[in-house]
């Protein structure tokens, strides 16, 4: 048996993988736990573990892997604590800052969108202070173990320390005003989201992408600055590598051009793994353009979306600058009138 613990990283989904394997342990016998994002992976796991079952531990599950959750019907848990102190707790780690916390995170939030929404998931939001006892006895309900209550106190005393320090301050306490918009934009729709409102726009800053521009540590450099198209053609700029979720997406990326780049020839492509969509743009002189895509995740995406702006041919002189990209849920059209307009089509 499988039983899936998915979340934000965070000491709060922490927290409910090691209850999840150690109530299966109690119950079940030979258990592993183990971090499990594609449909391979479990695969993969399950053909060579020596357990007689599986804790799946994931973060980012991909879109197949979603499927194949929802479609089997059975219960699973959705450790989706609280945005906000998810972040806090990545920034508590080496070797993040903002812009790694928040590809992280907007990244698992976008996989949370379905899963929260199917039948079989317990959602648990992870109120800070959060009594472990309580929280075992939800899960061991929720996935059919049977537990005596003198056995739940035991496994929650056991694990509770990885509960402990999770972060409760808003995420823009501390930040400045520049790293609450690159924040806001990629993290703030999902909480809005999550609370039961509608998915707003999500803006993603240019602080999330990076230039192929030389660094002395040989470190990405972000895309914040005016960038020279002066030499060959190339990938200008790329990323953020971040998840989006299943469905149809308009996107637009505002760019602007210096006069030198009149004449020249650009092209934006959407890639996750595979070409999405691409739009070409030719600027007439010094202009901010809104550059418009339209593509579609569906079940084969396993990689997180790229937009890449790449000079065409060599050019001689010329600037151009990121704005920002902003992507906004598409409404398909309605089966019933693809339908009658191709019908319409044949009359």
């Not at 992280?104 to 998931?121: D, F, Y």
């Not at 320390?161 to 934009?185: C, F, K, M, P, R």
């Amino acid at each position: 048996m499988i039983f899936f613990s998915i979340g934000l990283p965070s000491r709060f989904a922490e927290l409910c993988d090691a209850l999840t394997a150690r109530l299966a342990q109690h119950c079940l016998g030979s258990v592993a736990l183990g971090s499990f994002n594609s449909f391979e992976d479990v695969a993969t796991a399950a053909i060579r573990s020596e357990a007689a079952h599986l804790v799946a531990a994931s973060r980012q599950p991909v879109v197949r892997l979603q499927t194949e959750i929802v479609g089997a019907g059975r219960p699973f848990l959705v450790a989706l604590g609280d945005v906000r102190s998810a972040l806090g707790d990545l920034l508590q780690r080496p070797n993040y800052d903002i812009a790694v916390a928040t590809r992280e995170i907007a990244s698992s939030c976008a996989a949370m969108l379905t899963l929260t929404k199917a039948p079989g998931a317990l959602v648990l939001p992870g109120a800070h202070g959060e009594d472990p006892v309580r929280l075992a006895a939800a899960i061991a309900g929720h996935l059919g173990f049977v537990v005596a209550p003198t056995d739940l106190a035991a496994i929650a005393s056991a694990v509770a320390d990885l509960g402990a320090g999770a972060q409760e301050t808003a995420w823009t306490d501390g930040l400045s005003e520049h790293d609450q918009a690159i924040v806001g934009g990629a993290l703030q729709p999902y909480v809005g989201y999550f609370a039961g409102g509608e998915l707003e726009p999500i803006v993603w800053e240019p602080d999330l992408f990076f230039t192929n521009e030389d660094r002395a540590d040989g470190r990405l450099r972000p895309a914040v600055r005016p960038i020279d198209v002066t030499g060959r053609a190339r990938i200008l700029i790329f990323g953020p590598y971040i998840n989006l979720p299943p469905g149809a997406w308009s996107a637009t990326i505002v760019t602007a051009f210096s006069a030198e780049t009149a004449g020249n020839s650009f092209v934006v492509e959407v890639t996750a793994g595979i070409q999405l969509g691409y739009e070409r743009v030719q600027p007439a002189g010094e202009q901010v353009i809104e550059i418009n895509l339209q593509f579609t995740i569906d079940e084969s995406i396993s990689q997180p979306v790229e937009i890449r702006l790449i000079s065409e041919r060599a050019a001689f002189d010329g600037r151009l600058v990121l704005g920002y990209v902003s992507l906004t849920p598409r409404r398909e059209v309605r089966t019933e009138t693809h339908q009658q307009l191709i019908e319409t089509l044949h009359r």
